[in-house]
């Protein structure tokens, strides 16, 4: 099993900057990839970005140029970076871990076996 815990949200104005992490803990071995994933009122959870053991980044279109996601694998922790955040950026957001391969989706939710409990983010306009 894998806990993931995620901090860091909050309420910022539109044009500001947030950063969410992610701490996970327990058989983080047998993770290879995390991502974020973010849920508004009403709509479906959405993919936001994910990253590979080794790097390899992948971001939804709607955040693409304005968030980035990073990893410390010595401190197992994934970190999302927003800026130029949007109002439409307000959602739950959710950190997701996985074991996955140079075939699955990483845009898919059900790719992870692992979720945090979400932590907040509003962007007022």
């Known amino acids: 099993q894998v806990q993931l815990v995620e901090s860091g949200g909050g309420l910022v104005q539109a044009g500001g900057s947030l950063r969410v992490s992610c701490a996970a803990s327990?058989?983080?071995?047998?993770?290879?990839?995390m991502g974020w994933f973010r849920q508004a009122p009403g709509k479906e959870r959405e993919f936001v970005a994910a990253?590979?053991?080794?790097?390899?980044?992948y971001y939804a279109d709607s955040v693409k140029g304005r968030f980035t996601i990073s990893r410390d694998n010595a401190l197992n922790t994934v970190y999302l970076q927003m800026n130029s955040l949007k109002p439409e950026d307000t959602a739950v957001y959710y950190c997701?871990?996985?074991?996955?391969?140079?075939?699955?989706?990483?845009?898919?939710?059900?790719?992870?076996?692992?979720w945090g409990q979400g932590t907040q983010v509003t962007v007022s306009s």
């Open positions: 327990g058989r983080t071995s047998s993770a290879n990839a």
């Open positions: 997701a871990a996985g074991r996955l391969t140079t075939n699955s989706d990483y845009r898919n939710r059900y790719e992870y076996a692992y």
């Open positions: 990253i590979t053991w080794i790097g390899s980044t």
